[in-house]
């Protein structure tokens, strides 16, 4: 069974992932002008489980049944489920209403999961050991999301500040960047011999690559562990050591792009973004915060930007020099506006608020261009 053009994953689900980015980043603005309270923890569940969940799931339900080579490609319930959970997760994202929009998240989870689980069994190709990361992304993420429901119904404390939250952004999110980005960047990016591991595996060799990486997604739970257990610097050197090996071992980022245009340097440059922000946030833990978001803002607001990008031009037909179109000189300077922002505002002080609020505008500003720019070509075939 096909899915109708109109109801692909990624043409409702991008849309709505924008959506998140401005609802979320407009809340600094607001609250510079004193219309709102304090939105720093409504900010980060509609960016971590909105924004990104949208784009996620859009992408895995678009890309993984054509790596699989699955007959039966998405249907349009699955879609629709999503589309009823992260609404219900953005009208109950406020704080009073915690358990309805975690329960609303994982169900979002839940559904993605069942939905990937029954293409994965009609597969007529098996995909690359890399894969090994989204079913380990995705339980992440439902860990984090059954975790942070149970803290707002009272039945559990969490063990670490946001260690919810952080299962999200820093558990299912970078797993998924730091698998799908192996197989899909360096290819982008024109890297020589990119399915290549040196010492490890050759293009096509499974063996040696499944062990690594079972390696490395075990040091990434790992990571949650030594957080749970009271030592979040340690946990924050083994993840930043897990994407390291990722990025530098496996990406290859130290090679330059020497192909695909804007989209190649905008990947190459959010894998560097990625490892630094974790770099960071190992060397300098009491501006974790601050750092954190060179990974997230920087490192993942760039993947998605450039890989979202990406599927909606291939998908849609429209020819890869439609990516410069959408992902024009005044979007890139947006999020470099937002992303230097917000790193200034976790030095400034007293005036934190004021670089809160330019980094929200330049990162709205980013996003709403970007969709402007996506929308016509998110809903007409090339």
């Known amino acids: 069974m096909h899915t109708s053009p109109s109801l692909e ?24 002008g004193g219309l709102t309270g304090w939105p720093g923890e409504l900010h980060a569940r509609l960016m971590v489980q909105g924004f990104e969940l949208a784009f996620v799931a859009g992408f895995l339900l678009t890309f993984l049944p054509r790596v699989t080579r699955t007959v039966e490609h998405a249907r349009p319930h699955d879609t629709i489920l999503l589309v009823v959970c992260l609404t219900v997760f953005a009208t109950a994202a406020s704080p009073g209403a915690a358990a309805v929009a975690q329960g609303a998240f994982v169900a979002g989870i839940l559904t993605l999961i069942v939905a990937l689980a029954a293409r994965f069994r009609r597969r007529a ?34 063990p670490a500040p946001r260690l919810g939250l952080r299962l999200v952004s820093l558990g299912m999110v970078l797993s998924l960047v730091l698998g799908v980005g192996a197989i899909l960047v360096p290819t982008f990016v024109g890297i020589k011999n990119p399915l290549v591991i040196p010492g490890v595996a050759a293009p096509h060799a499974r063996s040696g690559r499944r062990v690594l990486h079972a390696i490395l997604a075990l040091a990434l739970v790992g990571a949650f562990v030594l957080e749970a257990r009271g030592d979040a610097r340690a946990g924050a050197i083994l993840r930043a050591g897990v994407a390291l090996a990722m990025l530098l071992w496996v990406w290859k980022i130290w090679n330059l792009p020497t192909r695909a245009g804007r989209t190649g340097w905008i990947l190459w440059s959010a894998g560097w973004l990625v490892g630094a922000g974790l770099v960071a946030m190992a060397a300098w833990p009491a501006h974790t915060i601050g750092w954190m978001h060179l ?18 031009v291939t998908h849609g037909g429209h020819g890869v020099e439609a990516e410069g179109a959408i992902v024009d000189p005044t979007v890139l300077a947006g999020l470099a506006i937002a992303l230097v922002a917000r790193i200034a505002a976790e030095y400034a002080g007293e005036g934190m608020v004021t670089w809160l609020a330019v980094s929200g505008g330049a990162w709205c500003l980013a996003w709403a261009v970007w969709l402007a720019r996506a929308w016509p070509r998110l809903r007409t075939q090339g």
Do not use: C, K
């Open 295 to 312: 990974t997230l803002l920087g490192g993942y607001g760039l993947l998605t930007m450039g890989i979202g990008t990406r599927v909606l």
């Open 125 to 158: 190709n098996d995909p690359p050991e890399e894969f090994v990361f989204i079913p380990l992304g995705l339980l992440l993420g439902l860990a984090g999301g059954l975790l942070q429901l149970a803290a707002s119904l009272g039945l559990v404390v969490e």
């Open 9 to 32: 994953p990624h043409r409702v689900l991008f849309p709505i992932g924008a959506l998140f980015a401005l609802f979320g980043a407009i809340l600094w603005p607001a609250h510079a």
